[in-house]
């Protein structure tokens, strides 16, 4: 399979690693240099990592030379399968798949990896709704297990069946849900994490607290505020938005301190500052 991946952020270096171990040929496309050779660096520190625990099935470099890193969207043409791992953000992801539309052979499947964002209203402006799918891989990508497949309004039984099958391929486990805001993974995670800050900022605890009290009190890997930091304020804020809006409820209103965390750029481990440093 030629698999594709458009962006080379924290999410689409998981998936075109994932991907290229699963033995498929990954082509990854970001709009600069800089951030291609960042996303390369990211995927070469996993597979050194997994290498070393022997849980890879062939060396890093044998994986690795399945990926080729591109500045140009026109090198899809010939992929069977093109993930979307930009910004969390709709007008830009609509915008980059009526490009894709284009570009993409005709019965190649075009999927969004958005955490939030109504997979119908991207499908529309892909130009391929029957070919259009929800793809939500977890973060790390090389160590969850779960992917969310979201159909969309037109998606057809046989792009949700590849796609399915893609998945258990990668070694992950799929799971089907319908395309409501945030779908179920953010819909039930993203308020717990925004309730967090909420606390932060209504002075409830400090933020190692708060931490250490969902940590050891629940049992959860990270506390609430490191996994805020880890998947991006922006990210994050921008979820909380879409769940705002599109379910029109003010339980989801994201927090004033979120909000103000974000204007000011501390966008969590990306940046090096949120609710820590790094
Ligand atoms: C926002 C969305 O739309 C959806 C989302 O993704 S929401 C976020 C979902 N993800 C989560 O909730 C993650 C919660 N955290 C966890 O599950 C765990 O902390 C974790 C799996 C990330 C790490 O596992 P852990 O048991 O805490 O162990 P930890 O010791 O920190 O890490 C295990 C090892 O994996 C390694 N590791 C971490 N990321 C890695 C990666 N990408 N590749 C390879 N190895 C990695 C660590 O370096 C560590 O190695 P060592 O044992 O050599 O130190
Ligand atoms: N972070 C997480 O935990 C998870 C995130 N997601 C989703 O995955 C997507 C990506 O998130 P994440 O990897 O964290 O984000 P990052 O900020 O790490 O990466 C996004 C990448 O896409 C690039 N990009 C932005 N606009 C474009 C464009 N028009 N064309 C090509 N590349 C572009 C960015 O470049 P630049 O730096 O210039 O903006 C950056 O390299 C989002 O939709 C997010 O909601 C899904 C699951 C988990």
């Known amino acids: 399979m030629n698999f594709g991946v458009v962006g080379a952020g924290q999410m689409g270096a998981g998936i075109a690693q994932v991907a290229a171990q699963s033995g498929f040929d990954v082509i990854v496309q970001d709009v600069q240099q800089a951030f291609l050779d960042r996303g390369k660096a990211t995927i070469e520190k996993s597979l050194a990592k997994l290498h070393d625990k022997g849980k890879l099935t062939d060396t890093p470099d044998a994986i690795l030379g399945r990926i080729r890193f591109t500045a ?49 209203a991207l ?18 990508v090389p160590l969850m297990a779960l992917v969310e ?27 089907a849900c319908n395309d409501f805001p ?20 209504d002075g409830v605890a400090e933020p190692e607290a708060i931490d250490g009290i969902m940590k050891l009190g629940m049992n959860h890997p990270m506390g609430p505020l490191t996994l805020a930091d880890f998947i991006g304020l922006d990210t994050c804020l921008s979820i909380m938005e879409v769940l705002h809006r599109g379910l029109g409820d003010d339980k989801y209103r994201p927090s004033p ?11 969590g481990r990306k940046s090096g500052r949120g609710f820590y440093t790094y």
Do not use: W
């Not at 399968?81 to 499947?109: H, M, P, Q, S, W």
């Not at 309004?153 to 799929?174: L, N």
């Open 72 to 120: 140009e969207l026109q090198d899809f043409a010939d992929c069977d399968l093109v993930v979307e791992a930009i910004v969390e953000n709709e007008a830009v992801k609509a915008e980059l798949f009526r490009t894709l539309g284009a570009i993409v052979k005709t019965d190649g499947i075009l999927a969004s990896n958005t955490s939030s964002i109504p997979i119908t």
């Open 123 to 140: 499908a529309s402006a892909s130009g391929r709704p029957d070919r259009f799918i929800g793809m939500h891989f977890m973060n790390p």
């Open 149 to 175: 497949v979201i159909r969309g309004y037109s998606t057809s039984d046989e792009t949700a069946r590849i796609v399915t099958e893609t998945a258990e391929r990668m070694g992950k486990t799929p799971l």
């Open 182 to 201: 945030g779908f179920v993974s953010n819909r039930i995670l993203m308020p717990m994490l925004n309730e967090a800050i909420q606390c932060v900022m």
């Open 257 to 267: 301190l979120l909000r103000k965390m974000v204007q000011a750029g501390l966008l």
